[in-house]
T-cell receptor, first 115, second 122 residues
């Protein structure tokens, strides 16, 4: 069975500093995808970044980067130069290689950026 | 209009009411999803439509009835709901690959979500 674990229910970071949100996953699939989403208090789930299991380089999207360590089955999100607008819930998710369309979500980490 | 839109954004209904949630995607995608997000619970996949056919139904009670009239629109019809059905209902869409070569790497199909409907059942 596939599983996503986010061990940090809440985190604080000072504005302009970098922060790492942890995500570990469990799967027996050879091919899989890892996603990070941001959910502000408004409720919308905003796609941030994707990492494929066969991608050799860590994914980056602007201030977001994914620290992918395949052997450790971890896919941590790094946000550089935090902004007040980064305060939100962050979800790690995984999708396996079958065609079941299922996206498995973690329980999320609430990030609060302090001014 | 861009992305995935949902209406209404907020809904309060009694247990005997009938209401419908609407989702529209403007991304040209071929798959659409309904998710339920309750407080302190992970996001739960409810229904999946691919090419307008339902391909997944995760043991959802019959008081929730989905409808997908075309690839751009998805509805969730609600009737005789219970207070525990109060939650945020999120719609999503994605562009799915259907060739084996692509599907074997197909985990990259990103799902894009709408803003959600906050439902309160009294």
């Amino acid at each position: 069975a596939q599983k996503i674990t986010q061990t940090q229910p809440g985190m604080f970071v000072q504005e302009k500093e970098a922060v790492t949100l942890d995500c570990t996953y469990d799967t027996s699939d050879q091919s899989y995808g890892l996603f990070w989403y941001k959910q502000p208090s408004s409720g919308e789930m905003i796609f941030l970044i994707y990492q494929g299991s066969y991608d050799e380089q860590n994914a980056t999207e602007g201030r977001y980067s994914l620290n992918f360590q395949k052997a450790r089955k971890s896919a941590n999100l790094v946000i550089s130069a935090s902004q007040l607008g980064d305060s939100a819930m962050y979800f790690c998710a995984m999708r396996g290689e079958d065609s079941s369309y299922k996206l498995i979500f973690g329980s999320g980490t609430r990030l609060l950026v302090r001014p | 209009e861009t992305g995935v839109t949902q209406t209404p954004r907020h809904l309060v209904m009694g247990m005997t009411n009938k209401k419908s949630l609407k989702c529209e995607q403007h991304l040209g995608h071929n798959a659409m999803y309904w998710y339920k997000q309750s407080a302190k619970k992970p996001l739960e996949l409810m229904f999946v439509y691919s090419l307008e056919e339902r391909v997944e139904n995760n043991s959802v009670p019959s008081r929730f009835s989905p409808e997908c009239p075309n690839s751009s629109h998805l509805f969730l019809h609600l009737h005789t709901l219970q207070p525990e059905d109060s939650a945020l209902y999120l719609c999503a869409s994605s562009q799915e690959s259907f060739t084996w070569a692509e599907t074997s790497r197909g985990s990259q199909e990103t799902q894009y979500f709408g803003p959600g409907t906050r439902l309160l059942v009294l």
